[in-house]
Structure formats: C-alpha cells, structure tokens
C-alpha cells in the first residue's frame, strides 16, 4: 500500500507463474515472449556433503554437461550450497535436447571423462576466493563447506559419482522451471524415482552472538541470520545506503560499501554487508560501520530512505520480466516446500512494510552478527565476542613435546589429539579434534597430518616437529573414521623444526589463517631497517672526519639516513605489535 495516500500501486497486470507437471516433474511455467528459457533445478548442494568428500556434487554436474559440448545455445550448470541449477536459453527444439541430454547424462555419468573432470574442478578451484564468515558460524559441516576446498575430489571412484548422482538426482527430488510462449511440445525428460530431500540441518560453531574474528585481509564484512521477509530485503538496502552515505560520501574512507540477501530458504535469510578499507583507514571504517549499525539498531530509520529502496524493488517486481527472473528462485522455494507467492502478496507485503519492520530487522540481525574485522583489530569494544579460536579442554594420552622447546606439546588421545600451549597469561591453551567429530583428516606422503574438527578447528600433527613414533601415528591413523581420510600429493615442502606449534598458530580453523603477508611484510621492513640503520651509522662515524665532506653535508646526510630507518622500523613495530595482540 502506499504510505502516503493508503490506496493500492496496483495498476499494471501483475505477472503470473503456473505450477504444473511435466513428465511427473513439478514445473514453473511464465509466459514470456522471445526465446525459450528453462532450468532444472535439484534439492542437493554442498552443504549435503561431508567435508572429506567435497565436491561430489560439483562433479557431478560438470560431467552431466560434458557430451553436450560447443552449442549455439546458451547452456550452463551451477552448484550452491543447497541447490543445483541446470539452466537453457534457445529454441523449444534445443530446450527440449538439452534437458532430455542432462537427464540421459546423469542416469549414465560419462566415467571416462571423471579424471579430467577433477582436473577441471582443480583448475576452477584455483581462483576461487571462497569467504570465511561460513565456516566461522557453521564449523567445516553443511553450510560451512563453501568456505573449504574441495578436498573430497581427487579420491572419488566412479561408483562414489554414481551412488551420489543416484541418491540426489531424481524426480522426486527435482523441479523445473520454463519462461517462454508455452512449454515446448515433445518435452519429456526422464528421472529416476527418488524422494523429496529435505535441506541440510544448521550448524553452529559459535557459542555466543554476536561475535567477531580477526582475518588478514582489510576491510569489515558482516553477515546475520534473520527471519527471510520482505522486511528484511528491504533492511538490507537501507543498511547499504547508510553505509554508502557514512563511509564513502562523508567520511571517504571506503570505496565500495554494499550489502546483500539471500534466502535460507528454510524461512530465514543471510544479510551480508561489507566496506573496503585501506590500512591507513581500517580504524575508521571499523568505527563508522559499527556507528551505522548501532544507529540502525535505535531506530534511526528515515522513511524516505525506506521509500527509495523500496520503489527499486517494486520495479522489480512490476518489470516485464519479473516473473522470469524470480523462476529459479521460485523453484528453490517450491523444492524447500514453500509454495511460491503471487506477486500481488509480494507487493502487498512490501507496501506494508514501515520503519518499526526495519528495527525489528535491525535487533535480531543484532543478536546473529558475525563481524570480520582486519587483522590486529578487535570488536570486543562494541560487544561482540572473540569467535572461538581454542577449544576448551585437551585430551589425555601420550605427550610429545615440541622439538623447538618453546612449551608446545601435541598429546595424543584415545579419543582424539590435542595440541597444547603456555598462553601469555600463564594458562593453558589447547586446541582438540576427537575423533568422533572429525570432518577430515588431510594425509601427506610424507607422514604429515592435519585433523579438521566439524567445529572448524584443526590440528597439525608433524612426527618431525614432535618426534612422534610411527607406532603412535599408525594408531592415530586407524582411530580416524575412514571416511575422513583425504589422500593429498607430496607437499612442496614439509613444516621446518622452526615452525611455530602453538594452537594459536596452528588451532584455527585451517582456510582463515592468513599470517604470511604479515610475516613477509616483517621480512622486508626489516632487512631494509637493518641496511639504512647500517649506512647511517656508517656515515655518522666515519664521514664526520672525511675532509671532503663539510659539516653541514654530513648532519645532512645522517639526519636523512635515520629519518629513513625509523620510517622502515616504525611500521615493523607496528605490525610486530598488532600481530602479537591478535
């Protein structure tokens, strides 16, 4: 409704998507001119694995698109983390080919092709910079694979393809969408029989909320679990305007301040928001997005940023190609069993929406923050908590201590490993994987292991830095639920004697730790601290009595030689401090 004058924005046709079936799938159709677009969409993603087997269903989608080769259609696939798209634009004639090829293809996976399918994936997964805040919140078990890598690939048989394309891949298990003048005749595409899945329980692996987590990398980015409506679409964009209008337009501290939603499907959704930062600025982004949050959270909404956000979605929604563009995720919907809305209930929802919705918004995304803050940088000032990075007990067994004396031990258990430390305080601190929540167990060739608990923390075990005994490692080795077991090639170089062992180098979750740019950047601050701080010296002593060097040129030249080196050394302090801080 409009705020203003209470009457209804109806006035155009709204768009319509039927439910039908074809071939006993479920199917969304839009009338819609042009060519011909369809998708077939399956209740299976990543969040379904387990992480010692990440990236079946990935595989399997790029061997079900294989034999279609080069077409002069547009075709694709897309794997998420609780749905898997196959998608078609062209003719009815290849429309109908490709669908009836897709479906052929998974009930008979080309297997010939599986070994160069992985190196594709491999290759795929190299330039892929998968966020961090998943595996924070959810540990290394459903939702919070996307944040791994897909390790599960390299050892996959072909009756592991074919077991996973049987199980998820089915009828039962399927809807599919169609936009076009009317559903292409002839089209009947074959599934196995299967049941319905219903979507990947939710895991935690945060005691507390809100809480936050230090990453190398600049920048503040958060996200928030909240209840999926069109209120909280909407917050999402008002959040996006204030942190444009504080960050980038009247502070200038960042460039790009942006937010986003998507649907849980399960009634919630994920409100993600994110301000870049250059180091120099890091301090006062991290203030000014809390500041904007904090406002948000009193109730300082205007209505005219309510009204703008929400005049853009209401053109989404009345755009000739609405309903188009809401099929797939209809069909996400229709698969998670929850029956798609007219638009008319959309649009009723979103004019119904005040500034009240969007603090009621505003408090329960509160209450689920999670905030990644820079590197050396902390929330603990604005309530959030320290997310776990230790565990909270260590197990009993045989002790091995560190080969480098610095008071670390690795202990390992008959009911799990654990490795331990002297905190600064003087308590001790320790990082544990049992054995019976161990998502995976990487395997080196030569003996190394890394145990990754489903809460996401992770244990190094090295035989050279502990000096453990292959007795002790073999009986490691068989406590270990066989299907962790990840079979990784020769590393490039195993961890030296002079490796940190302590949990809060090695105890974390293993994709958020991020120390080598610190590390290099120590390195060479350093080195070149040390050659300035040297020729300073040298012309401080030495050029002082050089006859062919006047006073005057020679406090010159050595004031400018130490202003450089403490230029150089500062930063190192610096970095030195805020690294022992974190």
Known sequence: MNPQDGQSHFTAAAPTIHLTEVAGIPTLFAPAPGQTRAGLVFRVGIADEILARSGVTHLVEHLALFRHGLADYHYNGATKAAFTHFHVEGAEHEIVAYLHGVCASL???????????????????????????????????????????????????????????????????????????????????????????????????????????????????????????????????????????????????????????????DGHGLLTAFADALPAKQDAVLGGFVDVLAALQAGHIEQAGLDAVRARADAGLTAADAAVRRLPGAAEDLLAGRMPRSFDELRHELWSVTPGHLHAVALEAAGTALLQVP??????????????????????????????????????????????????????????V????????????????????????????????????????????????????????????????????????????????????????????GLFGALFAFCALAVTVFSGSDPETSTGEWIGLSGFLWVVTGLLVWPAVRILRRTRRA
Not at 168 to 174: D, E
Not at 405 to 431: H, I, M, N, P
Request: charged share 20%; aromatic share 6%.
């Open 107 to 265: 009930a008979d996976l080309p297997m010939e092709r599986l070994e160069t399918e992985k190196e594709i994936l491999r290759t795929e997964e190299s330039r892929r910079e998968p966020g961090q805040l998943p595996l924070w919140r959810y540990g290394a078990q459903g939702y919070g694979l996307v944040s791994y890598p897909e390790w599960g690939v390299r050892g996959l048989r072909p009756e592991d393809v074919r077991h996973w394309a049987q199980t998820w891949f089915t009828g039962g298990n399927a809807v599919l969408w169609i936009a076009g003048e009317r559903i292409p005749a002839g089209l009947a595409p074959k599934l196995p029989q299967g049941h319905r899945h219903p979507l990947p329980a939710v895991t935690s692996a945060l005691p507390t909320t809100p809480a936050h987590f230090s990453d190398g990398k600049g920048g503040v980015l958060l996200d928030a679990v909240v209840t999926d409506t069109t209120a909280a679409r909407l917050y999402a964009g008002v959040l996006e305007r204030e942190l444009s209008r504080a960050l980038r337009q009247e502070g200038g501290y960042s460039y790009t301040a942006a937010t986003d939603y998507t649907s849980r499907r």
């Open 375 to 432: 590197s050396g940088h902390s929330a603990d000032w604005a309530g959030y908590a320290e997310a776990p990075t230790r565990s909270t007990y260590a197990v009993t067994g045989r002790r091995f201590e560190a080969v480098t004396k610095d008071g670390s031990a690795l202990v390992v258990g008959d009911d799990g490993v654990s490795v331990t430390a002297r905190g600064r305080d003087g308590g001790d601190l320790a990082v544990t």
């Open 434 to 525: 049992p054995y019976r929540a161990c998502a995976a167990v990487l395997s080196w060739p030569d003996g190394g292991r890394r145990l990754i608990g489903t809460d996401g923390l992770a244990v190094a075990v090295e035989p050279g830095l502990y000096g453990v005994d292959a007795h002790t490692m073999a009986t490691l080795d068989a406590a270990v639920p066989p299907h962790a077991r990840v079979e990784l090639p020769p590393r490039q170089s195993a961890p030296r004697a002079d490796a940190p062992t302590a949990p809060v180098a090695q105890g974390g979750p293993a994709p958020a730790r991020r120390t080598g740019a610190q590390t290099a950047g120590l390195v060479v601050l």
